[in-house]
């Protein structure tokens, strides 16, 4: 769908003829991938690739590490399911459901405290360190962020006191 600009169209009427909000948001999700280019297209999604597969090769590297003896095929595997464990909304960051799931799947393989140290070392290096490494930065992006945001229009609101935070609507 992303790849097929044809399709877009298509995607976003079949999603506005169940629900015009729907039909919206689909238009919204779609409509930057007609403005790129194919080279530009296989590189968003190598990068993505490359993004989701990051947590499977640290954790991977972390069994090494430990001597944890365990086959690519389950790592990958069990990973995967550990690092779906970690998607649970009541957690902050994934801590708990994700290092509990890599202590039970890979029990087999190693003592539950070098698996505890992998599933923490993991949320480190995986979102801890990303996030507090991004912190200096933050403060730039929003900058710009603000810079862009385009100027009110005079007369658009008129008669509404936009700084209320509702819709004259």
Same mark, same amino acid.
């Given at each position: 769908?992303?790849?097929?600009?044809?399709?877009?169209? @298509?995607?976003?009427?079949?999603?506005?003829?169940?629900?015009?909000?729907?039909?919206? @948001?689909?238009?919204?999700?779609?409509?930057? @991938?007609?403005?790129?280019?194919?080279?530009?297209?296989? @590189?968003?999604?190598?990068?993505?690739?490359?993004?989701?597969?990051?947590?499977?090769?640290?954790?991977?590297?972390?069994?090494?590490?430990?001597?944890?003896?365990?086959?690519?095929?389950?790592?990958?595997?069990?990973?995967?399911?550990?690092?779906?464990?970690?998607?649970?909304?009541?957690?902050?960051?994934?801590?708990?459901?994700?290092?509990?799931?890599?202590?039970?799947?890979?029990?087999?393989?190693?003592?539950?405290?070098?698996?505890?140290?992998?599933?923490?070392?993991?949320?480190?290096?995986?979102?801890?360190?990303?996030?507090?490494?991004?912190?200096?930065?933050?403060?730039?992006?929003?900058?710009?962020?603000?810079?862009?945001?385009?100027?009110?229009?005079?007369?658009?609101?008129?008669?509404?006191?936009?700084?209320?935070?509702?819709?004259?609507?």
């Amino acid at each position: 769908v992303l790849q097929c600009p044809p399709l877009h169209g @298509f995607s976003a009427r079949a999603a506005g003829r169940l629900s015009r909000r729907l039909g919206g @948001f689909a238009e919204g999700v779609l409509s930057p @991938f007609r403005e790129f280019s194919p080279t530009r297209k296989l @590189f968003f999604l190598a990068y993505g690739a490359v993004f989701q597969l990051r947590p499977l090769a640290v954790c991977y590297l972390l069994f090494r590490a430990y001597d944890v003896a365990t086959s690519v095929r389950h790592a990958i595997g069990c990973t995967s399911m550990a690092v779906l464990a970690g998607h649970m909304p009541v957690t902050a960051v994934g801590v708990g459901p994700r290092e509990a799931a890599i202590v039970e799947l890979f029990s087999a393989y190693g003592s539950a405290e070098v698996l505890l140290s992998v599933g923490l070392l993991l949320t480190a290096t995986v979102h801890v360190i990303p996030m507090l490494a991004g912190i200096p930065w933050s403060a730039w992006v929003l900058k710009r962020l603000l810079q862009r945001r385009p100027e009110p229009v005079p007369g658009q609101n008129e008669g509404h006191d936009c700084s209320c935070g509702t819709s004259p609507l």
